[in-house]
T-cell receptor, first 112, second 113 residues
Framework: QKEVEQNSGPLSVPEGAIASLNCTYS??????FFWYRQYSGKSPELIMS??SNGDKEDGRFTAQLNKASQYVSLLIRDSQPSDSATYLC????????????WGLGTSLAVNP | GAGVSQSPSNKVTEKGKDVELRCDPI?????LYWYRQRLGQGLEFLIY????????KSGLPSDRFSAERTGESVSTLTIQRTQQEDSAVYLC???????????FGPGTRLLVL
C-alpha cells in the first residue's frame, strides 16, 4: 500500500462546477497535510495546508481533513479553466525527520 | 517560491558525462530537499539536508548521485556518469524557518542524450 494515495485521474469537470480531489494516507500519526498545484512544466506551488479535523476555506478552495478515516480532500468551487493542473497531496510523516510524503497527483481538467 | 533559485534551468548532456545542479535558497532556510520528477510522474525524494548535514539520503538512486551543502546555503547535486534514465526535472525545496511547508525552486530540466 502506498503511503499517500490519490486517484490519478484525469478528473474532468465543466467550468463553474465543483471539483473534488481526494487523498488517503497510511500513517495514522500524521498531523500536517498539504495540497499543492502543479501546472505542466512548472514547479509545485502550495494551495492549502490543514492540521485539524474539519474544513478550512480559502477563497474558492476548501480543504477537508478526517484523521479517523485518514482522508484529506480538496474542493474547488466555481472551477475555472485556469484550475486545470495536477494537484498533489502531501503528508508529513510522524517520524523523526518529519519528511513530506507525496501522492502521485490527480490531473484536473476544467472544460470551458 | 520563497526565493529559491536553481541553476542551470536546462541542461543537455551526453551519456557518461558528469553534471552539477545547484540550489540557492534564501539565507536562513536551514532545511533543504532535493526531488526528482520524471516526465508525467510524481515527485521522488532524493535527499534532505538539515544545515550542512544530510540525515536522510535514502532516496539517492545509486552511488552515481551525491549532494553537498555548504554554509547552510547553496547545495549542489552531482550526477556522475549520467545515464538516459537520469533525464528528469530536479527540484529543490526549502521550508521557511520553523515551518513544514516546502517552497520549490523552478527546477533544472536535465536531458541525457
Amino acid at each position: 500500500q502506498k503511503e499517500v494515495e490519490q486517484n490519478s485521474g484525469p478528473l474532468s469537470v465543466p467550468e463553474g462546477a465543483i471539483a473534488s480531489l481526494n487523498c488517503t494516507y497510511s500513517d495514522r500519526g500524521s498531523q500536517s497535510f498539504f495540497w499543492y498545484r502543479q501546472y505542466s512544466g512548472k514547479s509545485p506551488e502550495l494551495i492549502m495546508s490543514i492540521y485539524s479535523n474539519g474544513d478550512k476555506e480559502d477563497g474558492r478552495f476548501t480543504a477537508q481533513l478526517n484523521k479517523a478515516s485518514q482522508y484529506v480532500s480538496l474542493l474547488i468551487r466555481d472551477s475555472q479553466p485556469s484550475d486545470s493542473a495536477t494537484y498533489l497531496c502531501a503528508v508529513v510523516n510522524a517520524g523523526n525527520n518529519r519528511k513530506l510524503i507525496w501522492g502521485l497527483g490527480t490531473s484536473l481538467a476544467v472544460n470551458p | 517560491g520563497a526565493g529559491v533559485s536553481q541553476s542551470p534551468s536546462n541542461k543537455v548532456t551526453e551519456k557518461g558525462k558528469d553534471v552539477e545542479l545547484r540550489c540557492d535558497p534564501i539565507s536562513g532556510h536551514t532545511a533543504l530537499y532535493w526531488y526528482r520528477q520524471r516526465l508525467g510522474q510524481g515527485l521522488e525524494f532524493l535527499i534532505y539536508f538539515q544545515g550542512n548535514s544530510a540525515p536522510d539520503k535514502s532516496g539517492l538512486p545509486s552511488d552515481r548521485f551525491s549532494a553537498e551543502r555548504t554554509g547552510e546555503s547553496v547545495s549542489t547535486l552531482t550526477i556522475q556518469r549520467t545515464q538516459q534514465e537520469d533525464s528528469a526535472v530536479y527540484l529543490c525545496a526549502c521550508p521557511t524557518s520553523g515551518q513544514e511547508t516546502q517552497y520549490f525552486g523552478p527546477g533544472t530540466r536535465l536531458l541525457v542524450l
